[in-house]
Nanobody, 124 residues
């Protein structure tokens, strides 16, 4: 059973930075970050494949967020700079263990495993 443990959320002011971490219990093919604000659908934020560090970002975070991995520690990071109030949400990490031709980084259904979520609140 794969386990994902997230950390790093918090309460910050607009313009501040936060770094989220997600540690998996084993090696993954790809991992992603999604977020969900109250009353909204869970939406894609960013993803990375471990084999070649290929990344994908939602338009809303491009240029502000950076996803990376430390594969020696089975950990994915999300560096969030220039935070805005609209970034306020519960952030979830997700993981896919095995490569697939059907993998679409932005689709929730592409991921088999999910973390418990960590709250990020950005005050104006």
């Amino acid at each position: 059973q794969v386990q994902l443990v997230e950390s790093g959320g918090g309460f910050v002011q607009a313009g501040d930075s936060l770094r989220l971490s997600c540690t998996a219990s084993g090696r993954m093919y790809a991992m992603g970050w999604f977020r969900q604000a109250p009353g909204t659908e869970r939406e894609f934020v960013a993803s990375i494949t471990w084999s070649d560090d290929s990344t994908t970002y939602a338009d809303s975070v491009k240029g502000r967020f950076t996803v990376s991995t430390d594969t020696t520690k089975n950990t994915m990071f999300l560096q969030m700079n220039g935070l805005k109030p609209e970034d306020t949400a519960v952030y979830y990490c997700a993981a896919k263990m095995v490569a697939s031709a059907y993998y679409r980084a932005w689709q929730r259904s592409s991921y088999s495993y999910w973390g418990q979520g960590t709250q990020v609140t950005v005050s104006s």
